[in-house]
């Protein structure tokens, strides 16, 4: 309710873009500026999986007795489940507060928000057979089982919680026709928290065969590696194994059928025990931006240059303990007080960026060219004193960007194209994995072309752009989740090698037609072809799966969107989009299936029924109309399965 817009800068990143991480397009989303009218808003949503939101908003109109500054505070609360068994606790409370000011040429804008959030997560899955088998199922249960290797899969174990808040102060003054300035500040601070339920205890103390000290409730040990894992330890408290020649009867095989060691049956009179992990994360940042724009002209043409500059201090914290389960046979208690503190590092980063970029319009054509460069430099810093100190700096080369339009003789059309060098710097979670060798990573790089065309009349409006992508140095992450099951020792939750690239290239088609009756018609059409470039070194290739000229994963070769729209008193909408069958794994031919979604509405403003229902509005948005089982995200050798059809309905009333 607090959305302005969204400005998207398609293919070819703008270069003021603030982001060490802008490969391609960006999007940058823009809060709604405070009414010129005291106002109150209030929505309430109820949907399906015990959702529901409340939404209240409050703009001051006028402040101080004039018309210059205004401000707006917003609160939101929603809740829901999961739809799979119901299980899962999915909050959110959200506070924000917006004053903008002006005072002749200056106009000044701050704004603060708070954001905590709980969220049990979903699963994916890791083959087709699973897919097929039951396409509603993540392999997460609602129901605490009782023993350590079932428990694993307890939905509510599986959780997140984390705390946003954000701020910034901004400044823009014209101070000539010509000329004008924008500078601002911005804080922000995160503290959140991912959990997991390994279904073992980590055995960090040589006890000589005697009683595991990790049982006993003592300090935790700080630092350190694994000696080995414990699941069963016999009365007196120290670990024990399978009776010999024991075959486990589990059928739950997700990861396997886990075998003796994990199966109770097969360690009579022994106690299981298991852990519950906790991975705690937090970031401060501080940043300062200063952005000019100057206009002028250069003989018979035009001139806007662009020049600015970003800076950012942040400083990262990861830490990782590990908690004994009290009585993991009868339920989701744990001893807040852990037995091994794995790790605690420090990530401080620093980040300077500086661009200029040069626009000339000379009649019917606007060229520009611009050019841009990162500083980045990242380093890790252990609390513990026990895994060296790193550092890395990922500074980029000077990137050029350029483009050029030109105002076609038919009113309307303009013809355009555009070319970035777009980079990545090597992130910070590349420090978390102790012992790897940083010096043979390099950051990953992106080259962006875009041609096209579009077309803008009374009632068309049309489109269509011929892309291409060189996406080299490509960074590859493999983690912790394997079919194999989770490696949940893995400190820093995986790891990252350079694997050579993906070269893309493709078109998008679109168009908007109004039509009478205030209804509307979209539609886009895009052809993708993405092929793995591969890192040149074949046993480097084989060992992570990758094939030079084979499908990207999760990348579809054809998009399709067909939508149609009624405003009014009286409003309705539909929407089709058709996905084409995406690879899934690197190590098998599996492929999702393309599948069409529908999604729906219904809205009705009061104002059809009174004058005095003016300021009320329903709506009913029906999600995934059809009921379509399908996969959606994918990522790792790995899809997460697609939501069912979900209904909601909203009610807004503001006066």
Known sequence: MNLGGVEVSQGTADIASRSVEALGGTFDYLTDDPAVARTYTASFTIGENDGQRFSMRVDTGPLFGGGETRAWIAAVRQEATDWVQGSARNEREHVAAKLVSSRGRLDLTSYLSYDSIHEDTYQRLYSEADFRANPR?????????????????????????????????????SFSDVASLSAGAYFHRNRGRGDWLPPYIVDVVDDGGG???????????????????IRFVDRDGAAVGPAAGCTSSYLFNYYGSGGPAVDPACHPGATAVQSYRHSHYGKDRLGVTLDEEWFTEVGAAGSR??????????????????????????????????????????????????????????????????VKQFLVGVSRDDLFGVDPSLEVDSDSDLLLSGGVTFETPVEGLDLFAGYAENFKAISSTLLEVPGRSLALLEPETASNVDVGLQYAGERVALSGTWY??????????????????????????????????????????SATVQLPRRTSFYTAFTVNDSEYLGSGDP???ANQGIVAGTDVTGVPARLWVVSLDRSGPLGAGLTAKY?????VSLLADWYADAYWLVDAYVSFSGEALSELLRSTEFSIVANNLFDKAYLSAITENAAWLGAPRTISMTATVSF
């Open 137 to 173: 199922w993540d392999r997460l249960v609602g129901d605490w089982p009782g023993v350590p290797y079932l428990n694993q899969f307890y939905r509510p174990g599986w959780q997140t919680r984390r705390n946003n808040t954000f701020g910034y102060l901004k400044a823009d003054w």
């Open 211 to 229: 009683p595991e000290s990790e049982l006993a409730g003592l300090a935790p040990v700080q630092g350190g590696a694994q000696l080995g894992l």
């Open 305 to 370: 240059l662009r020049a600015g500059i970003w800076y950012e201090d942040s400083r990262r914290d990861l830490g990782r303990d590990w908690h004994r389960m009290l009585d993991p046979t009868l339920s989701f208690q744990w001893n807040e007080q852990a037995y091994w503190h794995q790790y605690e590092w420090d990530f401080p980063q620093r980040v300077f960026k500086w661009y200029v970029e040069e626009t000339l319009y000379a009649g019917p054509v606007a060229l520009s060219g611009g």
């Open 468 to 509: 291409a992508i060189d996406f080299q140095n490509r960074i590859f992450y493999l983690g912790p989740q394997t079919p194999a099951g989770p490696n949940y020792l893995i400190p820093g939750g995986g790891a990252y090698f350079n694997a050579g690239g993906i070269d893309t290239s493709g078109v998008e088609l």
């Open 539 to 541: 046993l480097v290739d």
């Open 579 to 583: 996905t084409s069958p995406r690879r």
